[in-house]
Nanobody, 115 residues
């Protein structure tokens, strides 16, 4: 079992930046596939970015070139750097971990992009 705690959400103006962080409780963190998903109001949860345990990354088309996922295995954290934010990026962002067929989710952090 791994527990995930997100932080870094908030209110930002269009064109601004935010950095989300996710702290994982397990020392075997480096062996997990990690990712970020989001869910806007009235919408389904959707993939934003993932990083495999071997370091391969994958991004949704709507964030390519704007968002960057990164992992710090020494501190058991995964981050999502978000630049050039748009109002349509407004959502609850969830940290995700996967290993050996098991999925784990954080509680989510709200990101609101509005002027």
């Amino acid at each position: 079992q791994v527990q995930l705690v997100e932080s870094g959400g908030g209110l930002v103006q269009p064109g601004g930046s935010l950095r989300l962080s996710c702290a994982a409780s397990r020392s075997a963190f480096s062996m997990y596939h990690m990712g970020w998903y989001r869910q806007g109001s009235g919408k389904q949860r959707e993939l934003v970015a993932t990083e495999t345990s071997s370091g391969s990354t994958n991004y949704a088309d709507f964030v390519k070139g704007r968002f960057t996922i990164s992992r710090d295995s020494g501190h058991n954290t995964v981050s999502l750097e978000m630049n050039s934010l748009k109002p349509e990026d407004t959502a609850v962002y969830y940290c995700y971990a996967h290993r050996n067929g098991f999925d784990f989710w954080g509680q989510g952090t709200q990101v609101t992009v509005s002027s």
